[in-house]
């Protein structure tokens, strides 16, 4: 027998508030979690979860869930109301982050976006740059107007006194830039060490008068910066960096009205809580990128699915990330040339097998099914990935490396391990480095074999450098 749903207590907040009345349109339509979440691509766990509010909701969904329900746009109009509230409980714990750090008397901050980036002097370590990091947290970051402050009102540093287009294509070229270094370097290198500065001008364009019509692009473009810092932040390991970062950039896709943005943002979000052990999230956050999968192109659906691929192989459901690399393989088939945002244009051939081919290593790892499909889609990448890709290339050799040595073969794992050994080495990156031990530890078991034991030792000289 069915339980009985658990009661939802609407005092607690607005956003419990609005989680309830979502419950009381779905009965009163009379339909069943499952099939509001199909209508907006989400699983019934994840309607009942947010309902209860244990899973985030934005303005986007919470309108498709009007619509979903028949609501007529109470519940749109309802989360307005939530927006209002958080708003005003961001507002305070800015307050109370301020009061903190006044009193803290010079207290240190982690973070790459708080005090003691590595290549800034303790002189650097200033109030404005704390005030710049809490800013980055939840609907705080949604207010621009705080950041006006931070920046010098004259010389060379000072924000314009309107946005132009310029402006505009300078963050995009910034972002690209970056992407193109945290390809090349990892996020441990050169990326983390000069975003900060980039990224709290950009910010501050957001509360610069702009022309109404360059709202989207303006947005967009801070929004792309946010989702390229975020990402790096993560391959560097400064995780909560990179949750505000991405929280940001999501954000800005939706005040921008960029789709292709959302699903980028979003797609990094799902990366990021898979690899820190949290698959359900990741699942949620892929998901929820799919949301309106008909403004998207099939590259990003594509790359969505590969989410949910490794988020499925991750809880131990080898069925379910084998249907959605299926799905992914089919959708990436339609993809035609000059479809996608230049941000898009990494997704190639080798991205696409590469993606697949580490959820295909996780099925093989954890249930011991397909290790020919991980093997021979991790050739595929590590053969078609340029030399702008190091990482990318890297991180799937090693992969590679890892299985073939679980499989019994330790003389073509030092082999390969050797080519990737040699990439890793040019890179400031955690994930890499993660992957190397992982390497290590399959290796144990052969550590006798002199090709080997030259291997573990040469991995050892590598992550610790």
Not at 126 to 154: Q, Y
Not at 281 to 307: I, K, V
Not at 374 to 382: D, F, K, Q, V
Not at 442 to 448: D, G, Q, T, V
Request: glycine content about 8%; overall charge neutral.
């Amino acid at each position: 027998m069915a339980q009985k749903p658990k009661p939802l207590d609407e005092t607690a907040s607005v956003r419990a508030w609005w989680g309830k009345e979502l419950r009381n349109w779905r009965n009163m339509r009379r339909m069943s979690t499952r099939e509001v979440g199909a209508k907006v691509h989400l699983s019934a766990t994840m309607i009942e979860r947010i309902e209860k509010c244990e899973r985030e909701c934005d303005g986007a969904l919470a309108s498709l869930l009007d619509d979903a329900v028949e609501a007529g746009g109470a519940l749109t109009r309802l989360w307005r109301l939530v927006e209002e509230e958080a708003a005003k409980e961001a507002t305070h714990a800015d307050k109370v982050a301020s009061e903190v750090d006044q009193g803290a008397n010079g207290a240190r901050i982690e973070g790459m976006l708080g005090l003691n980036p590595p290549v800034l002097s303790e002189r650097s370590q200033s109030a404005m740059e704390r005030r710049a990091f809490f800013s980055l947290g939840g609907v705080a970051a949604l207010a621009p107007t705080a950041f006006v402050d931070l920046l010098p009102s004259s010389g060379p540093n000072a924000l314009p006194k309107s946005v132009r287009p310029e402006d505009i294509r300078q963050v995009l070229t910034a972002a690209d830039t970056l992407a193109g270094w945290d390809n090349l370097y990892g996020g441990g290198g050169i990326v983390g060490s000069s975003s900060m500065g980039l990224f709290i001008w950009a910010k501050g364009l957001l509360a610069t008068k702009y022309p109404t019509e360059l709202k989207d692009g303006l947005y967009t473009a801070v929004g792309r910066l946010s989702v390229v810092m975020g990402a790096s932040a993560f391959d560097a390991y400064a995780h909560d960096d990179a949750t505000e970062l991405l929280r940001f950039g999501t954000w800005c896709a939706e005040q921008g009205n960029n789709w292709h943005l959302r699903a980028s943002a979003l797609n990094w979000r799902a990366r990021h809580e898979i690899w820190r052990g949290r698959p359900d999230e990741g699942l949620t956050y892929a998901e929820s990128g799919l949301l309106r999968s008909d403004r998207l192109t099939p590259r990003e659906q594509s790359m969505l699915h590969n989410a949910r691929a490794r988020a499925w192989a991750k809880m131990r459901n080898p069925d379910e990330a084998l249907a959605a690399i299926n799905q992914s393989d089919k959708i990436f088939g339609r993809a035609r040339d000059g479809e996608d945002v230049p941000w898009m244009s990494y997704y190639d051939d080798a991205q696409h097998h590469g993606d697949t081919g580490h959820a295909a290593f996780d099925i093989a790892l954890m249930s011991g099914r397909s290790p020919e499909l991980a093997i021979s889609r991790l050739e595929t990448a590590i053969e078609g990935h340029t030399n702008a890709y190091v990482r990318s290339r890297a991180l799937s050799g090693t992969k590679l490396a890892t299985l073939t040595m679980v499989a019994g073969d330790p003389q073509q794992a030092v082999a390969i391990a050797n080519r990737a050994l040699d990439e890793v080495g040019k890179l400031r990156s955690k994930r890499a480095v993660t992957d190397m031990d992982d390497l290590a530890s399959a290796s144990a078991r052969y550590a006798r074999r002199p090709d080997v034991a030259e291997l573990r030792s040469r991995i050892t000289t590598t992550v610790n450098a």
